[in-house]
């Protein structure tokens, strides 16, 4: 969906450069492979199961954070909101569009 015409939301192959040289604790070198790894989490166990070591809080929140920004992005462009909006994965406003292809994933919060 992000890579829609009346989307263009570069986020995946940002995030994806980002696991590809830092894999997830599990192995996952994907962004897709850990939202899907976290999504059966939160539908099968119904929580995130920290006790694993395969999970880590950190890259929990940098993905819900990042996800929320996306989702705010997405209805802003099917609005035709082109101004400012405060992000979730900085401390300033932003334009709609400023994410873009070069974008450093750590601008997402993937640090």
């Given at each position: 969906?992000?890579?829609?015409?009346?989307?263009?939301?570069?986020?995946?192959?940002?995030?994806?450069?980002?696991?590809?040289?830092?894999?997830?604790?599990?192995?996952?070198?994907?962004w897709t492979?850990?939202?899907?790894?976290?999504?059966?989490?939160?539908?099968?166990?119904?929580?995130?199961?920290?006790?694993?070591?395969?999970?880590?809080?950190?890259?929990?929140?940098?993905?819900?954070?990042?996800l929320h920004?996306?989702?705010?992005?997405?209805?802003?462009?099917?609005?035709?909101?082109?101004?400012?909006?405060?992000?979730?994965?900085?401390?300033?406003?932003?334009?709609?569009?400023?994410?873009t292809t070069?974008?450093?994933?750590?601008?997402?919060?993937?640090?």
């Amino acid at each position: 969906m992000l890579r829609l015409p009346q989307i263009g939301l570069p986020d995946t192959d940002i995030a994806d450069s980002y696991y590809a040289c830092n894999p997830h604790p599990d192995g996952t070198r994907t962004w897709t492979g850990v939202i899907s790894k976290y999504r059966g989490d939160v539908i099968h166990h119904g929580y995130f199961p920290f006790s694993e070591e395969s999970r880590d809080l950190e890259d929990v929140v940098r993905v819900i954070r990042h996800l929320h920004d996306i989702t705010a992005r997405v209805i802003f462009k099917l609005l035709g909101y082109n101004g400012r909006y405060r992000t979730r994965v900085s401390a300033s406003t932003q334009e709609v569009c400023w994410v873009t292809t070069s974008t450093p994933p750590e601008d997402l919060g993937y640090r």
